[in-house]
């Protein structure tokens, strides 16, 4: 019984003094998930807690069911919407990139550390998928918007490399113990996993959305119906020989994007079940490792993290998004933040699972690669993003906006905004229809709709609204804000409607005009330019000016900037990242140069011998 | 700024009401300066403002467009007595106009003029000096001087 109460008392500690330096990471920046880890560390045989922990067994048990809560989560909480901008290059990256990743860190690995060769390849796998959560949690705190494509390409890939990367550990983990397979088998397995895998995850979430609509069960049972399932769902398909952790998140995204009974409340709890799963891992991953034996291995260890960092995620991501259209500094950025964190280190425990003799070097391994990551890319992503102009300048002011789940299957949400003191609301501006309040709340006292008007700054302002049209209540019940100067930077100087035509532009500034868009609005002129899903920041040159996507609503553009000097929003920061076709230009141009110069030293010698004569 | 707007384009204080006088008011300034009729200015500034507005925030407008028989581009500038409302991408109030003209076949020199004149009032503390100065010539002096470093 005593021991029990230690143990619980220990874990209870554990999580408190996690909660508790949260509180602190946030105000320094630090990147938290380092903190969570560095706390096990710190309890553990080589810290000062001195808590011997050595069961790998139950480590990545309890592991394997914190990440199932993980991608459960990230997957309920992803907008099929980002789907549509950023399937494919997430998707590209999540496979191939994962496989280059894996084959070039696998060759630094065997090269490095002697390792045979599946061994090698393990670390490779192990630190080959990247862990988002840390990021958008970072950013999230910053107050900063990402331009759509780049956030939901990180936000799917970070969601879909982790079955790849599983699958490719398994896999290897299985060639290092029995030798290789065939190649057909190894296909066979893949295929297998990802197929069983995805069909069982969306058969698993429309069980779920069913079961909960239907049976109506208490609202606080909901989540525990959900959070068994997704663990249910997450064995069902292991032991099918499906992917488990591909079902959790098909099953988190199919529930997150259909109509569901409780979902805000569903999605609190998960977020704080996130939020649990990722420090016990972190901590319990912290105690697990052994600082001390990673001094055999630090130096070649520290050159694979480097090389992961700057060679094969840069490299990986540059060849997976050529055929997509992402600017240069969009590549940048998408390369740096390859952010390791906790599937990494959780899938570098499968070799020592599985008994292979490198097994504890590939973990030590990967250890130091998730701290060099997580200090590294993880304290500079917020400067990085600012740096290389991605950060979506905020459009509307402080909106203070809650939103309440009305019973029923009513497309209504009921919204409770407070009138900010410098919002059209308070300016007096007539309300639309759908804008009206249904109540007022002033200084504390329930205000007839009749005597409500002018409405006043601070009044709590409740309203019935289908959920597409809050942001454009948001407008009128938000602050405006004051624009400065990153918005000129971003959305131009001059403002133009959408509807305008590109040869009136044209002719008014003296830009040059292709015949067959004359005719277009610039609406569609932007739309067409990024087959047809264009978003806020997006940048056309049109002669010596860009045209930039302003303002939108769920119809299309709204409002056209026009920069007329471009300035460091779309130069490239960082030299590499091109696409093949510049740098033939580039080599196209060096070669001419070189070639004249070679006939002006012709001429010249020429010249000079004719001198001679 | 010197080629863009002379001593006698400034109107240090002028009174208008709203967004429409004001355009009026510059047209006939512009009228003045450039010979060509009040009117035609005027409607040429009113289609601009139907494509967006010029109010580029910071009570700052830049209204522009472009007439067929100028002979180069032609800058006003007015100060306003009261800020009015100029449908301003920030929707704040608007206290000084730059009003551009250029001729048809100006191609990048309409661009250019318009950079210039952006890039200009888009220093807070030349608008700031620009708002406290006590005459025309004073402002003329602000804008011109101020060019003095192109790469600011």
Redo the contacts between chains.
């Keep these: 019984m005593e021991a029990v109460s230690y143990i619980i008392l220990i874990g209870s500690t554990l999580l408190i003094v996690s909660v508790l330096t949260s509180y602190l990471a946030l105000r320094i920046g630090a990147p938290l998930l380092l903190i969570f880890l560095g706390i096990g560390l710190l309890a553990g045989e080589d810290g000062i807690g001195r808590i011997a922990f050595n069961d790998p067994q139950t480590a990545f048990l309890i592991g394997s069911m914190a990440l199932a809560v993980i991608l459960f989560e990230s997957g309920f909480d992803t907008k099929l919407s980002s789907y549509k901008a950023a399937a494919w290059p997430a998707m590209t990256l999540a496979t191939v990139g994962v496989g280059i990743t894996t084959g070039v860190i696998g060759a630094a690995a065997h090269y490095l550390m002697n390792l045979p060769w599946a061994e090698a390849l393990l670390v490779g796998a192990a630190v080959s998928s990247t862990d988002a959560a840390a990021v958008f949690f970072l950013l999230r705190v910053g107050g900063i918007t990402l331009r759509d494509r780049v956030r939901s390409t990180l936000e799917i890939e970070s969601g879909t490399n982790d079955p790849v990367a599983i699958m490719l550990t398994i896999i290897l983990v299985e060639a290092a113990s029995h030798g290789w397979g065939s190649p057909w088998q190894v296909a066979e397995e893949l295929i297998r996993s990802v197929f069983f895998g995805g069909a069982l995850g969306l058969i698993g979430g429309w069980l779920v959305v069913t079961f909960i609509n239907k049976a109506r069960f208490e609202t606080g049972m909901n989540p525990v119906v959900t959070l068994t399932f997704a663990l249910f769902l997450f064995g069902g398909a292991n032991v099918l020989g499906g992917s488990g952790y591909l079902a959790v998140y098909a099953a988190g995204l199919y529930a997150g994007n259909v109509k569901l009974r409780g979902a805000l409340e569903l999605r609190r709890f998960h977020a704080g079940l996130t939020w649990l799963s990722q420090i016990v891992m972190f901590v319990m991953l912290g105690l697990l490792a052994t600082p001390h034996e990673f001094a055999d291995i630090a130096l070649p260890a520290l050159a694979i993290a480097f090389l992961l960092i700057l060679v094969a995620r840069p490299l990986a991501v540059w060849i997976c998004l050529l055929p997509f259209r992402f600017s240069a500094n969009e590549t940048t950025f998408i390369a740096w933040v390859g952010l390791r964190g906790a599937v990494s280190l959780l899938l570098a425990l499968v070799p020592v699972l599985g008994g292979l003799d490198n097994g504890q070097m590939v973990f030590n391994t990967a250890f130091i690669v998730v701290v060099v990551s997580l200090l590294v890319q993880g304290w500079t992503i917020g400067a990085m993003a600012r740096w290389l102009g991605l950060i979506v300048p905020p459009r509307r002011g402080p909106v203070e906006r809650v939103e309440l789940e009305l019973p029923g299957n009513a497309d209504q949400e009921l919204v409770a905004y407070t009138v900010h003191a410098k919002s059209p609301a308070a300016r007096g501006q007539r309300m639309p229809r759908w804008a009206r309040p249904s109540l007022v709340i002033r200084a504390d006292m329930v205000v007839p709709l009749y005597k409500a008007k002018p409405l006043q700054p601070g009044d709590h302002v409740y309203l019935f609204a289908p959920p597409h049209q809050l942001p454009l209540i948001d407008k009128l019940f938000g602050g405006s804000r004051a624009l400065d100067q990153d918005d000129r930077e971003f959305y131009g100087d001059l403002v133009l409607s959408p509807d305008a035509t590109v040869e009136q532009i044209a002719e008014m500034y003296g830009l040059p005009l292709s015949l067959p868009n004359a005719k277009l609005t610039l609406s569609d002129l932007l739309r067409h330019e990024f087959g047809g899903s264009c978003e806020l920041g997006d940048r056309v040159r049109m002669g010596d000016v860009e045209l930039i996507v302003r303002d939108m609503d769920e119809r299309g553009v709204t409002s056209v900037g026009m920069a007329l000097e471009p300035t460091m929003a779309t130069k490239p920061r960082v030299p590499l990242f091109r696409h093949p076709t510049e740098l033939v230009g580039k080599l196209r141009n060096w070669w001419g140069k070189q070639s004249f110069r070679r006939w002006k030293r012709r001429e010249q010698m020429k010249e000079r011998r004719g001198d001679g004569d | 700024m010197l080629d863009l707007i002379t001593a006698h384009a400034i109107l240090p204080h002028l009174k208008a009401g709203n967004k429409k006088q004001a355009l009026q008011e510059l047209a006939r300034k512009a009228s003045e300066l450039t010979g060509q009729p009040e009117r035609l200015i005027f409607d040429v500034l009113l289609d ?1 403002e ?5 109010g ?3 009570g700052i407008a ?1 209204p522009h ?2 007439l067929s028989s100028l002979d180069r581009v032609h800058g006003v500038f007015a100060r306003l007595e009261r800020p009015i409302d100029f449908d301003a ?4 109030p608007v206290d000084l106009i730059f009003l551009l003209l250029a001729p048809d076949q ?3 020199d ?2 250019k003029a ?2 210039r004149v ?2 200009l009032l ?1 220093d807070q503390a030349v608008c700031e000096k620009l708002r406290g100065a006590q005459s025309g010539d004073a402002i003329f002096a602000l804008l011109t001087q101020n060019e003095a470093s192109p790469a600011a």
């Excluded at chain 2, 139907?50 to 010029?54: A, F, I, V």
């Excluded at chain 2, 991408?89 to 704040?92: A, S």
Aim: positive net charge; aromatic residues 0%; hydrophobic residues 30%.
């Design positions: 601009r139907r494509l967006g507005t010029t580029v925030g910071h830049i467009g472009k991408i920030d929707e704040q100006s191609g990048a309409h661009l318009l950079a952006s890039r888009r």
